[in-house]
């Protein structure tokens, strides 16, 4: 007699859907992060090897599925609401699993492959660590260096950049971090401003001379002071937050400006004025996220930044 199948004990039932809509998108989120990140389409989507349209579409898109804005649209920038602040630290973490992953696949055993993000002023992008790069490019055909270039500071533990070269000790505990060296702050003019003016012994500059300085940034001098001016010297004639363009009109001889010291000693023609009245120590750390203990390539990146960052300043190691 044939059997007759035994039916279940108890009717089965839909798992249950949490509540909310469903994130699910991983192209949406990772536009998302890119953009409260960068603060414009327009740098969210370099980064992402995007275009702007495309990420435009993907913030709508999660916009409309949560139900409300999560960028305000103020000139030249997007700020981000108290709700994205919320979502960004929730999915962040996304990101992060994202590069592991990424890095995992570009490297076996200790090649030296993938890319690694080193975070770096403005000024040590250009003179010192650009070049480093095309060094070790041409050493590793497997290797790819993305300079994060800004003097903002980048968030190491969030994986804003792989290896950053700061100018302060890092405050985060599991953040590594190396002292390799110091240097200085300090006013310098063209040789041929002191053939036209001489050199100063003071804060009183020739009528038509400038000082270059800050734009919209907020930089205070006084520290750098180590003597009490003769006159509030701080007038800038031209003002820019760019510290390259800032340095490009006073190497024409016609002006002052601030520069690292070490910097301006391979810059041709500057001299160094008011030494004994003006200048600030600057400590030069090396600092990294823990994933540099298992990386090939960011092992291989920082060892050759450590060393050339300490023949540079002439630190011995600790």
């Known amino acids: 007699m044939p059997r007759r199948p035994i039916p279940d004990a108890e009717p089965r039932s839909e798992v249950a859907r949490p509540a909310g809509p469903a994130l699910d998108d991983w192209n949406l989120l990772r536009s998302f992060i890119a953009v409260h990140e960068c603060g414009t389409l327009t740098e969210a989507a370099r980064r992402l090897g995007s275009t702007q349209p495309s990420v435009g579409r993907h913030i709508r898109e999660l916009e409309a599925a949560l139900g409300e804005t999560l960028f305000v649209r103020l000139p030249g920038r997007l700020a981000p609401t108290e709700r994205a602040h919320a979502l960004h630290a929730t999915v962040a973490p996304m990101k992060t699993a994202s590069l592991e992953a990424g890095r995992l696949f570009a490297e076996t055993g200790a090649q030296v492959a993938g890319t690694v993000r080193v975070a770096v002023s ?19 055909p497997g ?14 533990l969030r994986r804003d950049a792989d290896i950053a070269v700061r100018f302060f000790r890092p405050e985060q505990d599991d953040v ?55 006159r509030q010297p701080v007038r800038f004639r031209l003002r820019t ?75 011995k190691a600790e």
């Open 176 to 230: 590594i971090a190396v002292h390799v060296g110091d240097t200085e702050l300090g006013l310098f003019v063209h040789e041929s401003f002191i053939a036209r003016h001489g050199e100063p012994a003071d804060y009183q500059l020739p009528e038509e001379a400038f000082v270059a300085g800050f734009d919209r940034e907020v930089v205070s001098l006084a520290p750098m002071y180590k003597s009490a001016p003769s």
């Open 241 to 315: 937050d760019a510290i390259l363009a800032r340095q490009a009109a006073v190497e024409t001889g016609l002006g002052v400006g601030v520069y690292l010291v070490d910097v301006a000693t391979e810059r041709p023609g500057l001299r160094r004025i008011l030494a004994d009245r003006f200048g600030q120590p600057q400590s030069v750390w090396l600092c990294a996220h823990p994933e540099l203990r298992r990386s090939a390539s960011m092992r291989f990146v920082w060892d050759r930044l450590e060393q050339a960052l300490r023949r540079r300043l002439a630190v």
């Open 122 to 140: 403005e000024v040590y992008a250009t003179h010192v660590v650009a070049p480093l790069a095309a060094q070790w490019l041409a050493e590793h």
């Open 143 to 156: 290797l790819e260096i993305e300079l994060s270039v800004s003097n903002r500071t980048d968030n190491l």
